[in-house]
């Protein structure tokens, strides 16, 4: 599990860097960078630290880490919802996130944290709710649930490969709290 963001290096003093994460400036220690960064790398950081260089590629396809962008959304439905309500901040966010949605809820948080700084979320808590992984079975006709896995291919029950899942997947904005 990688909770680290992908990040641009946008100007190197010494060995820190200032860093942008989809728009967001951080500061960013390369110390622990293997190899030399110049500006205009791309790598990955975590908790202060350049862990590593990361190719462009990987960043524009979301494989480095689909979280920023889906930190990005919602930080987006959360001002626009502010603005509509006239209100001036968000105090909170909660999410109803399925284990089988393919995204890691540290991750998301991290993502959140980094991209909140100076919108309407700036001290925002990105609360997360997570729905467990479940369904039925065609063959044994009985319903399940599976709270520790995050993809379910056969009924837990009986084996059968003929399963229909009908949670687990979710990924909605539930509650925001606005001042």
Do not use: W
């Not at 590629?57 to 889906?70: F, T």
């Amino acid at each position: 599990m990688c909770l680290a963001m992908p990040s641009r290096i946008i100007d190197i003093d010494g060995s820190t860097a200032t860093v942008d994460v989809l728009g967001a400036r951080r500061k960013a220690n390369l110390m622990l960078l293997p190899e030399a960064a110049i500006v205009g790398d791309y790598v990955l950081v975590h908790a202060g630290f350049a862990l590593q260089k990361v190719e462009r590629g990987r960043i524009d396809s979301g494989e480095a880490m689909h979280e920023a962008g889906i930190a990005k959304g919602i930080l987006e439905i959360a001002e626009t919802q502010c603005q509509e309500s006239e209100g001036s901040k968000v105090q909170s966010v909660t999410i109803r996130l399925g284990r089988a949605a393919g995204l890691m809820p540290d991750s998301l948080r991290l993502a959140f944290d980094s991209l909140k700084e100076g919108t309407m979320a700036n001290d925002a808590i990105l609360k997360i709710e997570q729905v467990a992984v479940g369904g039925s079975c065609r063959t044994c006709g009985k319903d399940f649930e599976v709270a520790e896995t995050r993809q379910v291919f056969l009924c837990p029950l009986c084996g059968a490969d003929a399963i229909e899942l009908t949670r687990g997947r979710e990924m909605e904005v539930t509650e925001m709290e606005i001042e």
